[in-house]
């Protein structure tokens, strides 16, 4: 009588189990879903920071005037904006929210640098080129990671 | 069929193992990357540093720069170790829940 309704009890506490994993949808989430057009606007604006700087590049330095690049400026500025949005509504996504505003916040030291000096070295140009393109695969990656 | 939740853990064990040894190999690799670009970026700052084209303000800058760069490649590899343990696990309750079924009486 007792080991029937001990087996009883167990049953019971395993359909419970199956129910309750059934209700929670039987996974875990630690990060956000991955999201396709996130990674491919990634890639898109990486190309266009590496466009600008293979711009400014192929310039003769004094004729590098801010004025000339103030439009480029803005318009990446803008695109890394509305994927720092993007990322920031999405739960799950402190790390890549973070990564876009760090993103943001180089892009802009960029512009206020050339704003205040009206040029901008060639050494200068390749760390820079060179450090966005590591931040940009970094981003990748980790929305990739997210599938 | 019966449910034996020792063989149920091995079998939860294992599928673990299976997602984790992956994905811990990507997190190696690009943890590797990381080094790899990070030692390139570095030269180039400190080349024009030695030679005396940067200003000792302007290298400072340039290393404060860097470490943001640093700071966004440590939080892929944060995704990347969340990502992979999220799997793992996610691997490990699909195991149970369908042991628990097949036990189910019909």
Known sequence: MTRNHNANRLWLT???LVLFASVIGCTVRYV????ASIKDEIVRIAKEVDLFYGQLLDTPSGERQYKKYKDDYLKIETDLRAL???NEIRAFNNESTKQTKIALELWLEDKENHKKDNTVDDATLKVHRKQFARVFVAMAKGEGAKQ | MSFDINAV???MGAAMKETLVKDLG???DFGEEILEDEKESLEMIGKERVAGRWSKEKFDKELEREKKVIAVELLTIQIMTKAAAQ???NAAIE????AVKTALPV
């Open chain 2, 87 to 89: 799997k793992a696990v």
């Open chain 2, 9 to 11: 853990m091995k079998d």
């Open chain 1, 14 to 16: 395993i359909l419970s």
């Open chain 2, 95 to 98: 195991v149970f829940v369908k």
């Open chain 1, 32 to 35: 956000a879903e991955y999201d």
């Open chain 2, 26 to 28: 990507d997190i190696e």
């Open chain 1, 84 to 86: 720092e949005m993007r």
